[in-house]
């Protein structure tokens, strides 16, 4: 089976940047990446470059940052108030997960000053190249329920107690 909307995709990779630093490694946590093509679960230049890949495919795709993960935007940088924060000591680089416009996005601390931080929601990624060496295992499609929910559904789902909003 190849890869195309709607099939749900289990792939193992390796994201390198662009001095060869490995960035994560599926296969050396033991946890290969499931996604459901065609709905935006993974950066649209990966999607594209998997699209019509078959099982057992191994490729190389080498993403530039507008495909990847977007352009740095300086005007993503800005000061907040210290009490934004639930924790007491904070330090520069580190990194919070907070809802957003978009869904859920990645805080990084600049800079710690008296009463407010300077903050970065920039995606951690942004502006850089980025090199994906991905091996597909499987391709199968997807179950209503996980079209339904725009994601892939752990294997021991009740499908029948998914809210299946094509029937609403």
Same mark, same amino acid.
């Given at each position: 089976?190849?890869? #195309?909307? !709607?099939?749900?995709?289990? $792939?193992?990779?390796?994201? +390198?940047? #662009?001095?060869?630093? +490995?960035?994560?490694?599926?296969?050396?946590?033991?946890? *290969?990446?499931?996604?459901?093509?065609?709905?935006?679960?993974?950066?649209?230049?990966?999607?594209? /470059? %998997?699209?019509? !890949? #078959?099982?057992?495919?191994?490729?190389?795709?080498? %993403?530039?940052?507008?495909?990847?993960?977007?352009?740095?935007?300086?005007?993503?940088?800005?000061? +907040?108030?210290?009490?934004?924060?639930?924790?007491? =000591?904070?330090?520069?680089?580190?990194?919070?997960?907070? *809802?957003?416009?978009?869904? *859920?996005?990645?805080?990084?601390?600049? =800079?710690?000053?008296?009463?407010?931080?300077?903050?970065?929601?920039?995606?951690? $990624? /942004?502006?850089?190249?980025?090199?994906?060496?991905? =091996?597909?295992?499987?391709?199968?499609? #997807?179950?209503?329920?996980?079209?339904?929910?725009?994601?892939?559904? *752990?294997?021991?789902?009740?499908?029948?107690?998914?809210?299946?909003?094509? %029937? %609403?």
């Amino acid at each position: 089976m190849t890869i #195309a909307p !709607q099939c749900v995709v289990t $792939l193992h990779y390796v994201l +390198v940047d #662009a001095g060869g630093q +490995v960035l994560d490694d599926s296969r050396a946590r033991q946890q *290969p990446l499931e996604y459901l093509h065609g709905h935006h679960n993974i950066v649209a230049g990966l999607e594209r /470059a %998997l699209d019509s !890949q #078959a099982e057992g495919a191994e490729l190389t795709v080498t %993403l530039m940052p507008a495909e990847a993960y977007g352009l740095r935007n300086e005007a993503l940088k800005r000061e +907040v108030g210290r009490d934004a924060f639930p924790v007491p =000591e904070l330090s520069p680089g580190m990194r919070f997960q907070t *809802p957003g416009d978009d869904g *859920p996005q990645i805080v990084t601390v600049l =800079e710690v000053r008296d009463d407010s931080v300077l903050i970065d929601t920039n995606h951690p $990624l /942004a502006g850089q190249t980025l090199r994906y060496e991905l =091996e597909v295992l499987t391709v199968r499609d #997807a179950t209503r329920a996980e079209l339904a929910k725009g994601h892939p559904l *752990p294997p021991d789902t009740d499908h029948t107690q998914v809210e299946d909003k094509k %029937l %609403l």
